[in-house]
């Protein structure tokens, strides 16, 4: 008896395992945010009234 290879489930399966390494790879690109103080990041922008002001002038 010889052994027949699906070849179209072959390359599906392999495209699968790809489609998967590729996800776990953008995902790992992205950064992890810790330790984020929200009070600081606040500060940095001005408020709606400041900004009105400074745009006027």
Same mark, same amino acid.
């Given at each position: 008896?010889? =052994?027949? &290879? !699906?070849? %179209?489930?072959?390359?599906?399966?392999? #495209? %699968?395992?790809?489609?998967?390494?590729? $996800?776990?790879?953008?995902? !790992? !690109?992205? /950064? +992890?945010? @810790?330790? +984020?103080? $929200?009070?600081? !990041?606040? #500060? &940095?922008? /001005? @408020? #709606?009234?400041?900004?009105?002001?400074?745009? #006027? =002038?």
């Amino acid at each position: 008896m010889s =052994a027949t &290879r !699906l070849k %179209r489930k072959h390359r599906k399966n392999i #495209a %699968r395992a790809n489609n998967k390494q590729t $996800i776990i790879k953008q995902l !790992l !690109l992205t /950064p +992890v945010l @810790k330790n +984020v103080d $929200i009070e600081e !990041l606040k #500060a &940095r922008f /001005p @408020k #709606a009234g400041e900004a009105k002001t400074e745009a #006027a =002038a």
